[in-house]
């Protein structure tokens, strides 16, 4: 037995990575300085690998942002937008990530998406009619060098060939299709060049094969491949599957000169059957994955030897492995010094799913592992009551009713109301709820957690910033405020922390995009709410203004993708649950005269299945009418808003709009607004706000830029039911340049409200 990674977390075991790259954008370090910091991650990611036994390590699967921008970029994929910039090397990388506005240009970054379906992001590619899909980076091979040296041998990791193509966005007349042959010569190269540096194993990570696959999608992956293997002549070719199985390919798959293939055991349904019914070659590697990379709950030794013991059985050469990269898991649990050792016998970060591969490859090896300590301290974990249900909570769940779901009178008669009763401009301005966390609001929350400051000190702080944050969007000119969430470390973390059922670490950072890194909350036990969460906050930033003041809510599912969930319930149980959490918090904010309430669902799409066959019976069938329950008790004048952002939404609006609400703003301004044409082909009822400027870069939009948005937005969506936001929360921003912006936005609207 050997064991295999499929890639690991490249952010440090306290954020190195992070840390330097901002310093990088602030000028504080030079490009050599954040090289040597990536220099020395790479050598410890190696090294602890190479010390917990594992056999086949990856290379190339650090970024100083995305595994995906980075393979554009070896193939020379950089909109041209770019190239004229002339910046050094990595400034263009960062330029294509961030945008940049400077001397040299002004260009916004390239779009940003969910990786299938994980809350990472990864950059868009863009592919241009004029674009020369040619071999330029030299990434990969400095990197394969680099282990070397340290005496490590590594499978160099790259996006495949099918995958690139699938997720690159094209912006002229040309399709796939069109740039085939560049391609495959692409990746020819790619493999002659890994010969020569005598690599042995190659990988090529192939998630969009677990994707429905029509016969032209089949076609492509026939022809990609049938092009690029034949150039193999020494180095072995690992096609890397995760987040699902390969049910429309593999049949075709098995019978390919690949030296090995990854498949997906956690959640590919369909992997076991597959298998079962066309068996696997004997003359390659099947690399199992049967350690879960996207959740932190200990692997259940028994059940992953049987499997193993299985494919044995059949004569099958197998690796253990991941069941995708270990990038979505958090670093290691050694920095968890608060949470007792009953919670943390369940869990296993990257470091410790490490260990657990190299005690499964001893076990399946020692041949009478039933009688092995290892094996029974796991037996005994899985088999003792972990105290985690709440007969409340399961009792109130079932005495929801189907009218529960629905919140009267239909949403054109609430719409009509709600223009009376709020009296709003045409084209509303309002922002997405959260306002930079500048460093004496993370320093105020960082000392009343420490217990050196009170908790009136902590309150009076917090109240003197929503006092200046509501003055200033007063002076701005916003017609919708909101007070700022100064109170929040995360809009997940923060109501994990105020509801039953919720466990929370210390440093188990999970990078997001970039060089941005969430700490998701673990669910342990069914959730419901113990007291009001928001309400204090929200009606003292209403006391302040005449204007109308959101009351800021994440919203069930959100909740639940950004954390850790439960193996023990189904997903559909938790949504319920944290939805009459929710609800209770809605009713109590429109009791105390909260009449706008924002409810977040930024994750709705998240955990929809890869397969549209899947998308009803196993998501949107409960997801949607969780939702419906957070709010379907308020009052008609009560206006519901939602958010949702950097994911494809074009072909779930109906579902969207059956959530019920009343306003929802989208992320747009990086996908260039292609989600309007679908609003209008749905006949889309929720008044929208598709964000004008990209929150996610430091540049600082034009008047100009955000009216000829707007114009464009108002060719697609009716002028009553339009209104201007940012694409999302300003959380990470800095002051100047939201201050900037947002006043270049109120301008904006201004000025197209007087050309009416």
């Not at 190659?202 to 690029?228: A, N």
């Not at 000169?257 to 066309?278: A, M, N, Q, S, V």
Request: aromatic share 10%; glycine share 6%; hydrophobic share 35%.
């Amino acid at each position: 037995m050997q064991t295999s990674v499929i890639g690991f977390p490249r952010i440090g075991t306290v954020r190195e990575l992070k840390f330097a790259c901002e310093k990088y954008f602030r000028n504080e370090i030079k490009a050599e300085e954040l090289r040597q910091t990536a220099e020395t991650l790479r050598k410890t990611h190696w090294n602890t690998q190479k010390n917990a036994g594992i056999d086949y390590i990856s290379s190339n699967d650090f970024s100083y942002y995305d595994m995906l921008l980075d393979t554009a970029v070896l193939f020379g994929i950089i909109p041209k937008r770019y190239r004229e910039l002339n910046l050094p090397e990595l400034d263009t990388y960062f330029a294509m990530a961030r945008g940049y506005q400077g001397a040299s240009g002004d260009v916004r970054a390239l779009a940003m998406k969910k990786w299938f379906n994980t809350n990472y992001h990864y950059i868009v590619p863009e592919l241009e009619d004029d674009t020369v899909i040619t071999l330029s980076g030299s990434k990969l091979w400095d990197e394969y060098a680099e282990a070397k040296a340290l005496g490590i041998e590594t499978k160099p990791v790259v996006i495949g060939a099918y995958t690139l193509l699938k997720l690159c966005r094209y912006t002229g007349k040309k399709t796939a299709d069109d740039y085939l042959e560049e391609v495959i010569c692409a990746y020819r190269e790619l493999i002659k060049k890994c010969e020569e540096y005598q690599v042995a194993w190659l990988q090529f990570d192939e998630p969009s094969l677990v994707q429905d696959m029509e016969k032209e999608d089949l076609t492509l992956f026939r022809k990609l491949y049938d092009g690029i293997l034949p150039s193999v002549k020494q180095c072995k070719v690992l096609l890397q599957t995760y987040f699902g199985d390969v049910r429309d390919v593999y049949p075709e798959l098995i019978k390919m000169p690949f030296g090995g293939i990854g498949l997906d055991f956690i959640e590919g349904k369909e992997t076991c059957r597959l298998i079962e019914t066309y068996g696997f070659p004997e003359d390659k590697l099947l690399f199992a994955g049967l350690i879960n990379g996207k959740n932190i709950w200990k692997n259940h030794y028994g059940k992953t030897l049987q499997t193993l013991e299985a494919l044995q059985k059949k004569g099958i050469q197998t690796v253990l492995s991941t069941s995708c990269s270990l990038l979505h898991v958090p670093y290691t649990l050694k920095h968890e010094k608060k949470l007792s050792p009953e919670y943390l016998d369940h869990f296993a970060f990257a470091e410790e799913k490490l260990e657990e591969l190299r005690e499964l490859k001893y076990l399946s090896e020692c041949g009478a592992y039933h009688s092995d300590a290892a094996y029974l301290n796991n037996e005994k974990l899985f088999a003792e009551d972990r105290n985690c249900r709440n007969v409340e909570v399961e009792k109130r769940l079932s005495l929801v009713k189907d009218s529960d779901y629905v919140r009267l009178p239909a949403r054109r008669e609430r719409q009509k109301l709600q223009k009376k009763v709020f009296g709003l401009p045409e084209l509303p301005t309002t922002t997405i709820g959260s306002f930079p966390q500048t460093k004496d609001v993370k320093a105020n929350r960082s000392t009343y957690r420490k217990g050196e400051i009170s908790e009136q000190e902590y309150v009076e702080f917090n109240r003197k910033k929503i006092a200046e944050c509501v003055r200033w969007q007063e002076e701005i000119g916003l017609d919708v405020l909101v007070h700022g969430e100064y109170e929040r470390n995360d809009m997940v973390e923060y109501f994990g922390e105020a509801l039953g059922g919720f466990l929370f670490t210390e440093k188990a950072w999970v990078q997001s995009y970039g060089t941005r890194c969430v700490k998701p909350p673990i669910i342990w036990g069914d959730v419901y709410r113990e007291k009001p969460i928001t309400v204090e906050w929200s009606v003292y930033a209403q006391s302040l203004t005449k204007k109308i003041m959101k009351g800021m809510l994440t919203g069930p599912v959100t909740i639940l993708n950004w954390s850790f969930p439960r193996e023990d319930i189904s997903i559909k149980e938790s949504i319920s649950q944290i939805a009459l959490a929710i609800r209770d918090e809605v009713l109590d904010l429109e009791k105390n005269g909260i009449r706008m309430i924002q409810i977040d669902e930024a994750a709705l799409r998240e955990k929809l299945p890869l397969r549209k066959t899947d998308w009803q019976k196993e998501y949107l069938d409960f997801a949607i009418p969780a939702f419906r329950l957070t709010h379907s008790g308020v009052k008609p004048e009560t206006q519901i808003h939602t958010h949702m952002c950097y994911s494809e939404f074009t072909d779930i609006i109906p579902a969207i709009d059956a959530m019920d609400a009343d306003v929802i703003t989208f992320e747009a301004s990086r996908s260039d607004l292609q989600i309007l044409d679908a609003l209008r082909e749905h006949h889309f009822e929720t008044e929208a706000g598709p964000g004008v400027y990209d929150i996610h870069s430091p540049r600082v939009p034009s008047v100009e830029e955000i009216v000829a948005a707007v114009e464009r937005m108002l060719t697609k969506i009716d002028r009553e039911k339009l209104w201007i936001n940012p694409d999302c929360g300003l959380k990470t921003r800095a002051m100047p340049e939201t201050d900037a912006s947002l006043r270049n936005m109120t301008e904006a609207a201004r000025r197209i409200r007087k050309e009416v």
